[in-house]
């Protein structure tokens, strides 16, 4: 995960022993280093990251991955993790925003295979909701998402297989498939 403001710009990376990092940009090296800011925290073999600032902050900030026992696991800006309320299939991609000036956690659900999101509700309340009750038939690789004119959320997924998939349409998840990328990583579209 990469985090960039005019303050802080620094990466949340996974290392070869399973353990969390973070890489800083020093300015007047102008080089990236570790520099000692580790937070000290293990992750599930198959974890992934996402990070994203708080709303209207340049400073403060939320990293997100799966602890060993495959918990979501948000970490803040002082280095404090906190295990959140949810119950995230092993190795599941994470996306993290900040949308209408709250934090939102994207994540799928390991009972039903359901893509969910968390929303940061204050106090170090987070509240979890279903995007979409659409299950997905490949494991996926990693999502993003977008919010269309109308403000609606969308959600663009590749998987595994590399098909590109957009999931839409509300609660019901109406699920397109975009297209895959091939073996010479360009994307084809489907027709």
């Known amino acids: 995960a990469w985090l960039m403001s005019p303050q802080i710009n620094l990466i949340a990376f996974i290392t070869s022993s399973y353990a969390l990092n973070i890489a800083q940009f020093d300015e007047e090296e102008e080089e990236w280093g570790v520099d000692g800011t580790d937070p000290a925290q293990q992750l599930h073999v198959e974890s992934k990251i996402a990070g994203c600032?708080?709303?209207g902050s340049e400073e403060r900030f939320y990293i997100f991955f799966q602890d060993p026992e495959?918990?979501?696991?948000?970490?803040?800006s002082d280095w404090k993790p906190i295990v959140l309320p949810a119950d995230p299939l092993a190795g599941t991609p994470?996306?993290?925003a900040s949308i209408n000036g709250r934090v939102h956690v994207f994540y799928v659900g390991d009972k039903d295979h359901f893509l969910h999101y968390l929303v940061g509700a204050g106090e170090g309340v987070w509240v979890d909701n279903i995007v979409a009750e659409c299950v997905f038939d490949e494991?996926?690789?990693s999502l993003t998402l977008a919010i269309d004119g109308?403000?609606?959320?969308?959600?663009?997924?590749?998987?595994?297989?590399?098909?590109?998939l957009h999931v839409g349409?509300?609660?019901e998840g109406v699920t397109?498939?975009?297209?895959?990328?091939?073996?010479?990583d360009k994307f084809v579209a489907n027709k």
């Open 139 to 141: 494991s996926l690789r």
């Open 70 to 76: 495959k918990r979501l696991v948000c970490l803040d």
């Open 150 to 164: 109308e403000g609606n959320l969308e959600v663009y997924i590749l998987t595994v297989g590399n098909v590109l």
């Open 169 to 171: 349409g509300g609660i």
């Open 53 to 55: 600032f708080l709303p």
């Open 94 to 96: 994470l996306c993290a």
């Open 176 to 184: 397109l498939e975009l297209g895959k990328v091939n073996q010479e």
